[in-house]
């Protein structure tokens, strides 16, 4: 009764992101209930293994009695303080040094957000700023990769590359343009990586060169390009990249707002190429999602820039949620849960994952398996031999979502016919054969 009166609220008047208003309508809501470690419940009673981690955020998995402490004291002690008028509180000041002495290189500087979507907005105002101070406001022309995800804001869509983040929303804007992802399953230069790495410097130094060196501010990667269909770049791309960029002036912005927070085994993931950025952002497993914030890590050479540019002036860009208390007391929390024992589980996880869904090549549904970490896709072909991809019309993700549900297990299920994981770092090795026995079952079902 409850439930039936929930879906019909639901179907009423609460707007869902990234959905079919339509088809939600008709399908209705589930409504989850609670969470314990990686295992969620619905509203009916049924158990499933979260394994996607709520949307890649819930780092540290569900129950964690520490943060759950540190927001509480937190909430009693001081709910609010603002970063305006000088003012600050302890756990956003604590928190910003904390994740700069752990950050790569000299990002030293931490400018915290909402989420991840206005972490990007907020690159974008950086950079421009940087930009005008050094005395080049013509550097206005951003790049990013095709299969990219960086946020839905009505700029970060637009370095989005995901179709139905634009279509109807006159995105991208002018200034946003695009080069081929490096995704290695279906691409035309093969699957050899140098060949891979090869063909993307190439593709960057020939947009730049054709938007112009002195007009392009920034490019924006992820180190795995996650909404994509979790594309794991080749060894040395990243690195390739970012080389590209400082050869050709051009700031280097690594988006971690999936792959910070042991979700590819360290910290950041930036670090497994000994990348240092000259920007970062970051989000999710930041608060493990149990608060929403985001956080962008700006170089010294951008922060002073941008600090000397405007000297007594103030620089126009903040929120009134910047630097929440509450959530930089779970931001604590979680780091020290991450360094107290999680990102050591998650790695031993991450391993019993990829071996698992590796052992599942054989099935005839599989086409490719690829990850590294707690972060791992599987990518459904009817034809291994052709790579044919589900077919589209049937709506094929939706199915193997459905299926899954009803074999007690979340994942992701891309319209592209990938599905994706990123479970808890809490996971026990009997969640992980769970989470493999579960999906197994689901393919089975669906062959
Ligand atoms: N950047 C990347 C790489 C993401 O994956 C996401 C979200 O999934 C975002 C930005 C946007 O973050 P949010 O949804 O917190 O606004």
């Known amino acids: 009764m409850l439930m039936n009166s929930l879906v019909e609220l639901d179907r009423a008047h609460l707007v869902h992101p990234v959905a079919s208003y339509r088809g939600h309508e008709k399908a ?18 049924h158990e499933l293994i979260d394994g996607f981690a709520g949307l890649w955020c819930v780092n540290a998995g569900y129950g964690q009695e520490r943060i759950v402490e540190a927001a509480t004291r937190q909430l009693r002690e001081l709910p609010y303080a603002t970063g305006y008028f000088g003012l ?37 105002r950086f950079i421009r700023y940087y930009h005008h101070a050094l005395g080049k406001p013509e550097k206005d022309q951003f790049i990013s990769v095709m299969q990219g995800y960086h946020g839905s804001s009505t700029v970060g869509a637009g370095l989005t590359a ?45 947009k730049v060169e054709e938007i112009g060196a002195e007009r392009v501010a920034a490019f924006y990667v992820e180190p795995i390009q996650g909404s994509g269909g979790v594309l794991v770049p080749p060894d040395g791309w990243l690195r390739a990249m970012r080389d590209t960029c400082r050869e050709l002036d051009v700031l280097f912005v690594a988006d971690e707002v999936i792959t ?28 493990s999602g149990y608060c929403p914030m985001g956080a962008v890590f700006l170089s010294d050479r951008v922060y002073d820039t941008i600090a000397d540019g405007a000297g007594a002036a103030a620089v126009g860009h903040g929120y009134t949620y910047s630097a929440h208390p509450v959530s930089a007391a779970v931001g604590l929390a979680c780091l020290e849960l991450y360094e107290g024992g999680l990102l050591d589980n998650g790695r031993r996880a991450g391993a019993r994952l990829m071996a698992g869904l590796h052992a599942m ?76 026995e579960r999906t197994r079952r689901t393919l089975d079902q669906t062959l």
């Open 88 to 124: 600050g509180s302890e756990p956003a000041i604590r928190l910003a040094s904390e994740l700069a002495d752990r950050a790569p290189g000299d990002l030293n500087h931490v400018y915290f957000t909402l989420g991840g979507s206005d972490a990007v907005d907020s690159t974008v």
């Open 28 to 45: 209705g809501v589930r409504v989850l209930k609670s969470g314990r470690g990686a295992t969620v419940t619905d509203a009916g009673g």
């Open 162 to 206: 995901l179709p139905s983040f634009h279509a109807g929303f006159g995105l991208p804007l002018d200034w946003q343009h695009k080069i081929p992802s490096h995704y290695s399953y279906r691409n035309p230069v093969g699957s050899d990586p140098q060949a891979i790495i090869d063909a993307s410097v190439a593709a960057l130094r020939a």
């Open 361 to 436: 090549a054989d099935h005839p549904l599989v086409g490719e398996v690829r990850g590294r970490g707690l972060l791992a896709a599987v990518e459904l072909v009817t034809d291994k031999a052709r790579k044919t991809p589900l077919p589209a019309a049937a709506d094929p993700a939706r199915r193997v979502f459905d299926r899954a549900w009803d074999n007690g297990l979340v994942v992701r299920a891309f319209p592209t016919g990938v599905l994706g994981y990123a479970p808890p770092l809490c996971c026990t090795d009997k969640d992980i054969d769970r989470i493999l």
């Open 260 to 287: 910070a927070f042991g979700r590819t085994g360290p910290l950041f993931a930036c670090a497994d190429d000994d990348v240092v950025p000259d920007l970062m952002t970051t989000a999710k497993g930041l608060t």
